[in-house]
């Protein structure tokens, strides 16, 4: 429950902060091959710095907190190399992040909207049918 | 907050520009949700997996399938963080900017272009990003957090934006 409430309070935060200042984690590097822009990317770059300042430091307010490693074998590797490219490459065809979809259907954007149906099908999508799939076909 | 209701259709609304300057910039934004990632990984429970503070696809993911499994007593995929109750980011995000685009009178409607093209590109977003594990957020926190994987999956879908403007620009030059 503390974690439920809590992403709910960070969203709310991050939305909010986010239709402000129009903040896409694709759009940084969109915009700066573009037109040289570099006011989405510097949003990213601070995220990025901001949080590897912060883990270490919340760790040492935290103590010791259990590690959970993730898999990183061979298979997983390539397998969030292509996800990867894919996340990146059909971000930018759809005009921004996942965030920044969220933050424009909330204005109204039609398109968003959709955008957020077929989003939140395709987790479905994923685990009944897609996942299943591949961890047949994988070693 | 007359100007909240939605006046018409405007095809260009999308990313039309205020003539107001932006007093939250993108970097503030950038920072403040740095800490609040790591915040609420660390001290709010919304973890396990590690470096799982925001994440859009994810969430969303835990909150779909945490709702399809209590309705239908299905057993879907939810992370170990959303099995007693799932993460409301998603929510959050959608009510936050819902509160900022009303305050500020930036709500309006505008009609779908390709709603068809735009609902695949949802699709696809959601796959690629349960695959790589995280979206374009998650994937910069596990980079953050200095998770080897997470920032091979960061590296590429950085390579995936440029192959994809280089597409757009190639499309709108040809």
Known sequence: MTAAVASLLVGLVLGYLGQRSRMCFVGGIRDFILVRDTALLEGLVAFGVTAWVAFPLARLVAGGLPDTPAPADVVTVLLTIGGGLGVGYVSTLANGCPLRQHVLAAQGVASSLTYLAGFFLGAILFHVWVAPVLFRILP | ?174
Not at chain 2, 31 to 38: C, E, K
């Open chain 2, 1 to 174: 907050m007359t100007s909240y209701v939605a006046s018409g259709f405007s095809r260009t609304g999308a990313d039309e520009e205020r003539t107001r300057p932006t007093r939250v910039t993108a970097v503030h934004t950038g920072i403040v949700a740095g800490v609040l990632a790591v915040a609420a990984g660390t001290f709010f429970d919304v973890r396990p997996p590690d470096a799982y503070g925001i994440c859009m696809a994810c969430h969303g993911r835990d909150l779909v399938n945490w709702t399809i499994n209590a309705a239908f007593a299905t057993g879907l995929t939810v992370a170990p963080a959303s099995l007693a109750f799932p993460l409301l980011t998603t929510v959050g995000v959608f009510l936050g900017a819902v509160a900022a685009a009303g305050r500020h009178g930036e709500f309006r409607w505008v009609t779908p272009d390709h709603p068809a093209k735009t609902f695949l590109y949802g699709l696809l977003v959601m796959n690629f990003a349960l695959v790589a594990g995280g979206c374009a957020i998650r994937l910069t926190l596990r980079t953050a957090a200095g998770e080897l994987v997470g920032s091979v999956g960061f590296i590429a879908m950085a390579a995936g934006i440029v192959l994809g403007t280089w597409w757009l620009r190639w499309r709108a030059t040809r």
